[in-house]
Every structure is written in C-alpha cells, then in structure tokens.
C-alpha cells in the first residue's frame, strides 16, 4: 500500500507514503517510529509535511531531519523548526510519491494546513488533515478561532466523496459516544459507532474515514451554520 498508518504515544497517528524506495511522512512525533519503518520497508525519507506546530506532531522533527536530511515542508510559521520549504494555501508540492495540494486549514492551530494527496490511477485521493477534522470530530480551538475552524471543516466537506482522510489522532469511539449522547434520536451514529467498535477490537485503529462517510456521521460537518457549531463545539469540550 502506497499510505501506511503508523501510531506513536497513546493515540498520535503518522502516515508514511511510498513509492518503491522513497517515502514521505507525514507529521514527526516520534522520530524512533519512522527510522523503525524506514528501515524495515528499506525506504529512503524524502520529505517531512507537517500540518501544524503543537508538540506531539513535530517532537521528533529535528532528529528526523538530521537523521535522513529528509526536505521539511510546513506553514510559515517560527515555532516549526527546521523549515526547508514554506508553503501556502493552494500549492503544489510534486514529489515521486504524488503531488500534494496544500490547503490552509486553521482553527485547531492558527496557522494549521493540511496535504491532499491527488492520489493514482489505482489509489483514491487522500486527505491529511491533523488535528483540523478527526474520524467523527474536529479539533479543540487552540490557537485559532471558531470561524475559521468552521471555514475550513467546509473545506474540507467539499472534497470528492471518495477521498480518504487521514487524522492526527485515534479520538472516533469517543466522537462517536459523544454525537450518540447529543443525538440519541440519529441512528446514524449509534450504527457507526457499533461498527467503529468492532473495528477498532479487530483492526486497532479507525483511519482511514472517507469525506462520504464524515459528511453522514460527523456532527460537526452536518453542523448548519457558524452558531450550531460553535455551540456544539463548547459542548464537545465538557463532554
């Protein structure tokens, strides 16, 4: 598989994208992690894309950047070390092992991005997208504000339906408890959480989600406006 989810800490997800020898990461937690899958796989680092600055997604960037002199591509942003190459929102970064298109996501963080991988002739695209959209969730307002949190999940809502996305962190059965508690009357939810369940006992992780199955069983893209959302966001952070 050309995308390997690979886990670090208690719940942080990295994703490894190759194509015959090389590979880019995405987000650098733990560098121990990565060299580990590197040299297992026989692979060569070419590029280090980080979503945003907060710790558990660039603990290990340093290390990893002098270990393999992988090229580190993230946001403008001064509190990300080690920068090779700054990107904005809409940019292409062409790579042997895909194109990626930036889109500036804040709200979690406030200089959040997050990577579209364009995906192959056999390969549906995929979404990196952080801490901006979780599998059932969204991140917590950090750094950034409510509105632009909500700008950019309708971003995010308005990729093709088929485009797998790739989250920061396994939170689904916890979402999903809480889209259940807040909307027992849903079936939607309580199905998916039974299935997201079994998944998680037979599989041990939830990613990746699709844009389809977020825009059915994500509170927060079926949120209708600025107001429901950022109540129900409050509303998430006391659950």
Partial sequence: MPIETLTAGHDNYLYLVHNHDVAAVIDACCADTVLRALDERDLTLGWIFITHHHHDHIAGLRILKEQTGAEVIAADD????????????QEMVSTPVGDFTVLATPGHGDRDISYLWNGSASESPAIFCGDTLFVSGCGRILDGRAEELWASLRKLAQLDDPTRVYCGHEYTEDNLRFAVAQFPEDQAYADRLAAVKKQLQREGGSVPSSIAIEKQCNPFLRCRDLA????????????
Avoid at 78 to 89: C, E, G, H, K
Avoid at 228 to 239: A, G, I, P, S
């Fill in 78 to 89: 001064p509190r990300i070390p080690a920068i090779d190459r700054r990107v904005t929102d």
């Fill in 228 to 239: 429901e959302f950022t109540k129900l966001r409050r509303q998430k952070d006391h659950f």
